[in-house]
T-cell receptor, first 114, second 110 residues
Framework: EAEVAQSPRYKITEKSQAVAFWCDPI?????LYWYRQILGQGPELLVQ????????DSQLPKDRFSAERLKGVDSTLKIQPAELGDSAMYLC????????????FGPGTRLTVL | GNSVTQMEGPVTLSEEAFLTINCTYT??????LFWYVQYPGEGLQLLLK?????DKGSNKGFEATYRKETTSFHLEKGSVQVSDSAVYFC?????????FGAGTTVTVRA
């Protein structure tokens, strides 16, 4: 069964360091999403791609966060510099198109900033 | 703006008990409604959905009915199992964007 892959699964870093997360969506899925899930809360959308283009990054803290999906397939989310408040689960999801209701989620990357 | 309010947890039940998790929403337009489940150590999985008023979503013994008049989408299961222990998230979708509730942790004891 096709799945969304994410790596690493866990990341511990010190504040002011740079971190990067990788996501490989289900093959053929044009739409890719990055979410942040703070402990005890629901996921919050950070950025949405349609193919290689960003269609929604209204909740992405652009002073320190960046995301790219250069070839319209896999994607990288970067934080530089990391802050203590960035400790969270970062989830990637994909869907076959923006219009499709179902999003398929990866297992997430748990980030701890010390 | 759009928002989802879920019943706070944690909820602890015995096997074969009846489960209800309340969910209400605020949205502009006509959202689609979802329940997602997150098992320990795993990503979110879609449990069920409803796309218009009075639709009933169902899966794995869980049910939820889209109630426009009460802006609700409560999740129910008649007889829970230990394997249903997880975090459950109610969500709505408008303008290609999902908004989630805070989640309800459910623990089922044998």
């Amino acid at each position: 069964e096709a799945e969304v892959a994410q790596s690493p699964r866990y990341k511990i870093t010190e504040k002011s360091q740079a971190v990067a997360f990788w996501c490989d969506p289900i093959s053929g899925h044009a739409t890719l999403y990055w979410y942040r899930q703070i402990l005890g809360q629901g996921p919050e959308l950070l950025v949405q791609f349609q193919d290689e283009s960003v269609v929604d990054d209204s909740q992405l803290p652009k002073d320190r966060f960046s995301a790219e999906r250069l070839k319209g397939v896999d994607s990288t989310l970067k934080i530089q510099p990391a802050e203590l408040g960035d400790s969270a689960m970062y989830l990637c999801a994909s869907s076959s198109s923006r219009e499709m209701n179902e999003q398929f989620f990866g297992p997430g990357t748990r980030l701890t900033v010390l | 703006g759009n928002s989802v309010t879920q019943m706070e947890g944690p909820v602890t039940l015995s096997e074969e008990a009846f489960l209800t998790i309340n969910c209400t929403y605020t949205a502009t337009g006509y959202p689609s409604l979802f329940w997602y489940v997150q098992y320990p150590g795993e990503g979110l999985q879609l449990l069920l959905k409803a796309t218009k008023a009075d639709d009933k979503g169902s899966n794995k013994g869980f049910e939820a009915t889209y109630r426009k008049e009460t802006t609700s989408f409560h999740l129910e299961k008649g007889s829970v199992q230990v394997s249903d222990s997880a975090v459950y998230f109610c969500a709505l979708r408008t303008h290609y964007k999902l908004s989630f509730g805070a989640g309800t942790t459910v623990t089922v004891r044998a």
